[in-house]
């Protein structure tokens, strides 16, 4: 189990824990929470002894293996499967020694442990945790340097996932996520067979995945058993009782100091004043959070505009080849709610560009209101803003004839108070920066919001705060969100991206998520148009030739283990009755490198097709 004791930390002479303990059984799921700024990355840090402790310790069982996401997977040109496969250490080294091993007993022994970690079945588990994070089978077998960022993030998330460390820990993993990707990831969770500890301020996820709450409030660790939900009940409970206590308390040092004011003055009263005096010297309070208040976010109301506010009749869009998305009729209002459903790729973005007026449509009309005003938010923006300057400069760059106590008071009504609008933009927090984004896409009380993701990097606090903004708010909203608990909370109208269409969707959101966790056939995106292959060039056909040959010596290494498991099953001493324990074993073994060798098949027949078309 995971032991911390007592820890002491600070960062730059400010205390982030103070004396905090907890203890976390193997095998656990444990949601860690706190308000932004807290210490939870700092936490992890100190699990993987990056940092030193100031005070106490942490310990984990002897040999056990510590996994996280990097930072990002470097943009190399080994394709999304392999560098998926390379991330199990282990197994790459016991493979590469199956091939060369020459001692008897040594073979044995590398072929038990690669039994015990499921080594002949890492090509088709390696697939299906890309396949869940987004990756079709086609776009496995390409390097990771034809993908951005935010994508390599994804096969770094899915690295860890397949190498499966004893404590897995993770922060945010999906900030980089779409809603399918989220709801995969917990079903995924959910089952992983080791420690899981995972800070997040996604409510479904710490409802579906976890089965404890750790907490990091006031510099101390609190472990809750149960989902968030039951968590956050435990604690408001606790909140409750403290605070009436503390009424009490407050109540009786009233009382007894009303008395010491009548008669600290009366000779005959003043040994009974200076007892009084010295109980409420000892009264003491509950403690209670010190958190900050909630800051809420502050919407200017947009005036009423005659509905539609917006049409769409027929209308193409695409970016220069085929459109994305096609025959597109629809009709927004102002008081929709409406949130955009579909996976990844489908073009939930290019329909929020489309409305944004960021993209013209190709064919058809859209007819936007007169006076129609749009506040647009794409979490990249987070990334677009000026990094050395501050929050009261990006203000007054929309609002240069406004007072500064004016600029001043926009920034405080989305939480950003005195010190942090004189801040520099790169000093501040994702969720500061991210509140910041939000303030300049509304500074003109649009009549129609389209958020894309906006919770990234935003606590569970001011996920809370957003959703009463956006349910106060009298604009039409379009959201695209990983989160499902603010969907629940905001959309009324579900529309649903799928097959270069948009239609609604009749149902509601956990039947839709019932549908992408039970049913991946009936969610996968239809077919694309068949479009005229370009003519490949040189560097991509040498790819692809390159990729070839990889999944040929995969392909030949898979056959000769097969051909030495056979022989060994050829074994006649294998099937005496004393030996049916091991028959079972090798039978097993051998099932299972099958299976991988069908999977290998596959990805060379794909990589050869690929070939073929190139030319």
């Avoid at 700024?37 to 005070?55: D, N, P, S």
């Avoid at 390599?152 to 993993?173: H, I, S």
């Avoid at 089952?191 to 409802?207: A, E, Q």
């Avoid at 009974?272 to 509950?286: D, G, N, T, Y």
Wanted: net charge neutral.
């Amino acid at each position: 189990m995971l032991r911390i004791e007592d820890i002491t930390y600070s960062v730059e002479g400010r205390p982030l824990m103070e004396g905090a303990s907890a203890t976390i059984p193997t095998g656990h799921k444990v949601g860690i929470v706190g308000r932004n700024g807290t210490g939870k990355t700092t936490l992890f840090r100190l699990i993987r002894g990056e940092l030193a402790l100031e005070g106490g310790s942490i310990t984990i069982p002897a040999r056990a293996r510590i996994g996280g996401v990097a930072q990002e997977v470097p943009s190399s040109e080994v394709s999304l499967i392999d560098t998926v496969l390379a991330a199990d250490k282990e197994r790459a080294a016991l493979m590469a020694e199956a091939e060369t091993a020459t001692d008897a007993h040594r073979i044995a022994e590398v072929q038990a442990r690669l039994a015990d970690i499921d080594a002949w079945s890492g090509e088709a588990r390696a697939a299906s945790i890309l396949r869940g994070l987004g990756f079709p089978p086609e776009k496995q077998l390409m390097p990771c340097s034809a993908f951005s960022g935010g994508w390599r993030m994804r096969v770094a998330l899915a690295g860890v996932l397949f190498a499966q460390p004893d404590y897995l820990l993770l922060d945010e993993p999906t900030n980089y996520l779409d809603l399918e990707g989220a709801l995969w990831l917990e079903s995924y969770l959910a089952k992983y067979p080791h420690t899981v500890l995972i800070i997040s301020h996604d409510r479904g996820l710490l409802n579906r995945a976890v089965n404890a709450i750790l907490h990091l409030e006031d510099r101390k660790l609190t472990l809750y058993s149960g989902p968030y939900d039951t968590f956050a009940e435990t604690r408001a409970a606790r909140l409750a009782v403290a605070e009436a206590e503390n009424r009490r308390t407050e109540a009786r040092r009233a009382h007894l100091q009303s008395f010491v004011d009548r008669f600290r003055a009366k000779a005959s009263k003043a040994r009974q004043a200076q007892s009084r005096i010295k109980m409420i010297e000892k009264l003491s309070f509950a403690t209670t959070p010190q958190e900050a208040a909630l800051a809420k976010f502050s919407f200017p109301e947009p005036e009423e505009l005659s509905p539609p506010i917006l049409t769409l009749d027929g209308v193409s869009v695409g970016y220069g080849g085929p459109p994305v998305l096609r025959r597109l009729s629809l009709r927004v209002d102002q008081d929709d709610r409406i949130a955009l459903l579909g996976r990844n790729g489908e073009g939930k973005s290019t329909l929020s560009k489309l409305l944004a007026g960021k993209l013209a449509p190709e064919a058809g009309k859209l007819h936007r209101a007169g006076k129609l005003r749009i506040g647009y938010f794409a979490q990249h923006q987070v990334d677009e803003l000026y990094i050395d300057e501050t929050p009261l400069q990006h203000v007054r760059r929309l609002r240069p004839d406004e007072t500064p106590a004016r600029l001043r008071a926009r920034l405080a009504g989305f939480g950003l108070l005195a010190d942090q609008a004189e801040t520099l933009v790169g000093k501040l927090s994702g969720g500061q920066k991210a509140r910041l984004s939000l303030l300049l896409a509304t500074i003109d009380a649009p009549h129609l919001l389209i958020l894309d993701e906006p919770t990234n990097h935003l606590d569970i606090e001011s996920r809370e705060a957003l959703v009463e903004a956006l349910m106060d708010y009298s604009g039409a909203v379009i959201l695209v969100s990983h989160d499902m608990h603010l969907l629940s909370l905001v959309a009324d109208r579900l529309w649903l991206v799928k097959g270069g269409e948009v239609t609604p969707f009749a149902e509601d959101l956990e039947t839709y998520r019932k549908l992408l966790l039970t049913s991946e056939d009936e969610a996968k995106p239809a077919p694309k148009p068949v479009e005229k292959p370009k003519k490949a060039s040189r560097d991509e056909v040498l790819a692809l030739r390159a990729e070839v040959r990889r999944c040929e010596e995969r392909l030949g290494k898979l056959n000769e283990m097969r051909d030495r498991l056979a022989k060994k099953l050829a074994d006649p001493e294998l099937y005496e009755d004393a030996r049916k324990g091991e028959l079972e074993t090798w039978n097993r073994k051998y099932a299972e490198l099958m299976e991988g060798l069908d999977r290998a098949e596959a990805l060379w027949l794909a990589a050869q097709e690929a070939l073929e078309a190139a030319g």
